[in-house]
Structures are given as structure tokens and as C-alpha cells.
């Protein structure tokens, strides 16, 4: 079993910037992949990036060039910076992992508005 726990959503202007963090904890070892999925309101979830245990990391189109997802292995921890906000970025973000089989945190919001 993998536990994951999202923080760091909130409140931002557009152009302004947020950290999410994804803090996992069980059996950690076995984790290959750990992502982040968003859903808006009405709208399906939608891939945002991965990062691989070997360190390959890819992006959606939307977000490339704004967004950057790394790791802490010390902490167990994958994070996402997010730069240059849109209004369009609005959503409840979600860390995935894949251990075996997959795992979803409970998710956090981040809105973008003025």
C-alpha cells in the first residue's frame, strides 16, 4: 500500500505562482512513476506530468515551459512548480503514483482569478 498526501493549493493571480507537494509514505520502494492529474469543473481529469524513478520527466502541452515537476527522495516527496498561472490552470490537482497498481491522493484546489 501506498499513501499519498497533496498540499499547497490556494488562491493566485493569474501570472503568479504555486508549489504542490505530494508526500508519500508506505512502500515507497516500489514506486515507478509519480504524476499529477488536474480536473476542472465539468471537464475530465487530465494528465499534467510525470516524473519517472529514473528521472524522466514529461509534460502536457498546456503546461510545458511553466510548469516543473521534480522530487526530494529524502522526503519522499514529488512537488510541482507552477509559474505563470492562467486562469485556465484552475482545478483540483492530484498526485498519482504507480506502485504495482495505482494510487490517487485525495487532491487539492488551486484557483487562478483575480
Known amino acids: 500500500q501506498v499513501q499519498l498526501v497533496e498540499s499547497g493549493g490556494g488562491l493566485v493571480q493569474p501570472g503568479g505562482s504555486l508549489r504542490l507537494s505530494c508526500a508519500a509514505s508506505?512502500?515507497?520502494?516500489?514506486?515507478?512513476?509519480t504524476a499529477w492529474y488536474r480536473q476542472a469543473p465539468g471537464k475530465q481529469r487530465e494528465f499534467v506530468a510525470h516524473?519517472?524513478?529514473?528521472?524522466?520527466?514529461n509534460y502536457a502541452d498546456s503546461v510545458k515551459g511553466r510548469f516543473t515537476i521534480s522530487r526530494d527522495n529524502a522526503k519522499n516527496t514529488v512537488y510541482l512548480q507552477m509559474n505563470s498561472l492562467k486562469p485556465e490552470d484552475t482545478a483540483v490537482y492530484y498526485c498519482?503514483?504507480?506502485?504495482?497498481?495505482?494510487?490517487w491522493g485525495q487532491g487539492t484546489q488551486v484557483t487562478v482569478s483575480s
Open positions: 498519482n503514483c504507480l506502485a504495482l497498481r495505482e494510487y
Open positions: 516524473i519517472f524513478s529514473s528521472g524522466f520527466t
Open positions: 508506505g512502500r515507497i520502494f516500489s514506486i515507478s512513476r
